[in-house]
């Protein structure tokens, strides 16, 4: 029996996913390293480029995400998804003969303006699922990034300990041209290219049919992940101060942060189908209240197993974070416009990275670690918060106009 379109186009979004990913996060980890050999030796400088480096891809990336969002719209996400996967190949393979840091820097903003493989694979997974499996599907293809994610930093240390950090690049420019011939020639989308003018910001916000929902929708995702990435980037830090004896510190560090990517490819699908059965947003204010509570005790840990454990829980939740904004916002929004509006959640997203790396490291080095912990947790909980309100408002939206109808 074959499959249907949709759960068809799913597999090879999925597995674009996990090669986008895979190779992305072979890059990342080393980048510091890179940017030594390209010439950088003062310390200091080495972690100012670091991170100009690190962030320009996610600041270009939110800013044009709308664009793309829009012109999926109108021309229809397989050309995104195509665009995407072999405009970074391109991009990633000219970063492994880069001569200088500048020249690395302007194509990781290149890569921002030209990226977006998973997201185009979201709005096309999300647009194309019936409504009673979107859930799951959504689910099951953030499995696919987060499985890349943890592969990826494997890979690229044995190819970069045996190879060198330059065949690192190639091998990334690789997994995504695949990502890109997958996207080609497998993915079939029935989509009839709208000859209307892309609405205008203003345009789209009065097509929306409840805006407040939606900026909910956009500052829990940018929450979460700003949430995400103050801790990451100094978990190493961490498990330093709670072992400072400890033998394979950078293995120890590694299974810590793979413990919520492990919990997240588990739980994912199984937190996809509870959604479709039970409702998004119940899944995503459980999921909001459950971390707001683990962060905190990883704030007291006395050993990395501890706080290993503690990220397992968290990943467990996590899982059903982003998949049920992506379901709410699939199921709210008008068909025209979907595309943007899943653009403006991706820049969100984006810029919760960007702000999540910046505020984790400046907030360690000035109150220490473990108030990180503290503020994200506080800032999860205000915005679950929000979350309730938000949906109150728009059911008394909903019955007010169904009053007025009768």
Same mark, same amino acid.
């Given at each position: 029996?074959?499959?249907?379109?949709?759960?068809?186009?799913?597999?090879?979004?999925?597995?674009?996913?996990?090669?986008?990913?895979?190779?992305?996060?072979?890059?990342?980890?080393?980048?510091?390293?890179?940017?030594?050999?390209?010439?950088?030796?003062?310390?200091?400088?080495?972690?100012?480029?670091?991170?100009?480096?690190?962030?320009?891809?996610?600041?270009?990336?939110?800013?044009?995400?709308?664009?793309?969002?829009?012109?999926?719209?109108?021309?229809?996400?397989?050309?995104?998804?195509?665009?995407?996967?072999?405009?970074? *190949?391109?991009?990633?393979?000219?970063?492994? %003969?880069?001569?200088?840091?500048?020249?690395?820097?302007?194509?990781?903003?290149?890569?921002?303006?030209?990226?977006?493989?998973?997201?185009?694979?979201? /709005?096309?997974?999300?647009?194309?699922?019936?409504?009673?499996?979107?859930?799951?599907?959504?689910?099951?293809?953030?499995?696919?990034?987060?499985?890349?994610?943890?592969?990826?930093?494997?890979?690229?240390?044995?190819?970069?300990?045996?190879?060198?950090?330059?065949?690192?690049?190639?091998?990334?420019?690789?997994?995504? %041209?695949?990502?890109?011939?997958?996207?080609?020639?497998?993915?079939?989308? =029935?989509?009839?290219?709208?000859?209307?003018?892309?609405?205008?910001?203003?345009?789209?916000?009065?097509?929306?049919?409840?805006?407040?929902?939606? @900026?909910?929708? %956009?500052?829990?995702?940018?929450?979460?992940?700003?949430?995400?990435?103050? /801790?990451?980037?100094?978990?190493?830090?961490?498990?330093?101060?709670?072992?400072?004896?400890?033998?394979?510190?950078?293995?120890?560090?590694?299974?810590?942060?793979?413990?919520?990517?492990?919990? *997240?490819?588990?739980?994912?699908?199984?937190?996809? =189908?509870?959604?479709?059965?039970?409702?998004?947003?119940?899944?995503?204010?459980?999921?909001?209240?459950?971390?707001?509570?683990?962060?905190?005790?990883?704030?007291?840990?006395?050993?990395?197993?501890?706080?290993?454990?503690?990220?397992?829980?968290?990943?467990?939740? /996590?899982?059903?974070?982003?998949?049920?904004?992506?379901?709410?916002?699939?199921?709210?929004?008008? *068909?025209?416009?979907?595309?943007?509006?899943?653009?403006?959640?991706?820049?969100?997203?984006?810029?919760?990275?960007?702000?999540?790396?910046?505020?984790?490291?400046?907030?360690?080095?000035?109150?220490?670690?473990?108030?990180?912990?503290?503020?994200?947790?506080?800032?999860?909980?205000?915005?679950?918060?929000? @979350?309730?309100?938000?949906?109150?408002?728009?059911?008394?939206? =909903?019955?007010?106009?169904?009053?007025?109808?009768?």
């Amino acid at each position: 029996m074959s499959l249907p379109l949709w759960k068809r186009n799913l597999y090879v979004c999925w597995f674009g996913a996990f090669a986008t990913a895979a190779g992305m996060s072979q890059i990342i980890p080393f980048l510091p390293l890179y940017i030594e050999q390209l010439g950088v030796q003062n310390t200091a400088d080495i972690e100012k480029w670091a991170g100009l480096v690190f962030g320009a891809t996610f600041l270009v990336s939110a800013l044009v995400s709308p664009l793309w969002g829009s012109l999926a719209d109108k021309y229809g996400r397989k050309p995104m998804l195509i665009r995407a996967g072999l405009g970074m *190949s391109l991009v990633v393979f000219s970063m492994a %003969f880069v001569q200088n840091v500048y020249e690395l820097l302007a194509l990781r903003m290149i890569m921002g303006t030209v990226s977006g493989f998973i997201p185009a694979s979201i /709005i096309l997974v999300a647009t194309q699922t019936p409504k009673s499996h979107s859930g799951w599907a959504l689910g099951m293809l953030s499995t696919g990034g987060i499985s890349g994610s943890l592969i990826g930093p494997l890979l690229g240390g044995f190819l970069s300990q045996f190879m060198g950090m330059r065949m690192v690049f190639i091998d990334t420019s690789v997994l995504l %041209f695949c990502a890109f011939l997958a996207s080609l020639i497998f993915i079939k989308e =029935k989509f009839v290219k709208s000859e209307k003018k892309s609405p205008s910001f203003r345009e789209v916000w009065s097509l929306v049919p409840n805006p407040g929902m939606f @900026v909910a929708m %956009f500052v829990t995702t940018f929450m979460v992940q700003l949430a995400n990435m103050s /801790i990451e980037p100094i978990i190493t830090v961490y498990v330093k101060i709670l072992a400072p004896s400890a033998q394979n510190l950078e293995i120890i560090s590694g299974i810590v942060v793979a413990a919520a990517g492990l919990a *997240s490819v588990i739980s994912a699908p199984l937190l996809g =189908k509870l959604s479709d059965r039970i409702g998004p947003r119940r899944i995503l204010l459980c999921a909001l209240l459950f971390i707001g509570f683990v962060f905190i005790p990883q704030a007291f840990v006395s050993s990395p197993w501890q706080l290993m454990g503690l990220r397992f829980l968290m990943g467990l939740a /996590i899982a059903g974070i982003l998949p049920s904004i992506n379901t709410i916002v699939k199921k709210m929004a008008p *068909s025209g416009i979907t595309g943007h509006l899943f653009g403006y959640n991706q820049s969100a997203q984006f810029l919760g990275t960007l702000g999540g790396a910046l505020l984790g490291g400046h907030m360690a080095a000035a109150l220490g670690i473990k108030y990180v912990f503290f503020s994200t947790s506080f800032l999860i909980f205000i915005n679950a918060i929000w @979350v309730v309100v938000s949906t109150l408002l728009a059911r008394r939206s =909903k019955q007010r106009v169904g009053a007025h109808a009768r």
